[in-house]
């Protein structure tokens, strides 16, 4: 099976994988693991959906991602404001976005999510 019929697949189930993927897509593939599970939350909020997902279920969920070779985890030095040296921190990419992304941007709760977004963004400019 093909990269973007996985996630299309994935995407389609509504997991907690698919929330996961729809976040990297909006940071242009890549996050923090210390800012995703929040970035997720506050995903899901914005949608109304009523889900919450813990730091373990996203951990799970980005293992499965990973095992699948959809995206890669790779430790690294995040730097934060006021912290020398910055911190350590994990940083969870999308492998092969160009593959991925067109797929993801399709994706009917990611598009409502933007189209949401967007309202909220021209409301605050007005």
Do not use: C, Q, W, Y
């Given at each position: 099976?093909?990269?973007?019929?996985?996630?299309r697949d994935i995407l389609r189930e509504d997991r907690?994988?698919?929330?996961i993927l729809r976040v990297l897509a909006m940071g242009l593939g890549s996050i923090w693991f210390s800012e995703l599970v929040q970035e997720?939350?506050?995903?899901?909020?914005s949608l109304g959906t009523g889900r919450s997902y813990s730091?373990?279920?996203?951990?799970?969920?980005?293992?499965n991602?990973?095992?699948?070779?959809?995206?890669?985890?790779?430790?690294?030095?995040?730097?934060v404001f006021g912290e020398a040296g910055g911190v350590k921190d994990y940083l969870v990419s999308i492998?092969?976005?160009?593959?991925i992304l067109p797929v993801i941007v399709t994706d009917r709760k990611y598009v409502r999510y933007?189209?949401?977004?967007?309202?909220?963004?021209?409301?605050?400019t007005e």
């Open positions: 099976m093909s990269l973007a019929r996985t996630v907690v994988e698919g929330d997720v939350n506050a995903f899901n909020s730091p373990n279920e996203v951990l799970k969920a980005i293992r991602l990973e095992r699948m070779g959809i995206i890669e985890v790779r430790e690294a030095i995040k730097a492998k092969n976005l160009t593959e933007k189209l949401l977004l967007r309202e909220h963004l021209k409301n605050l």
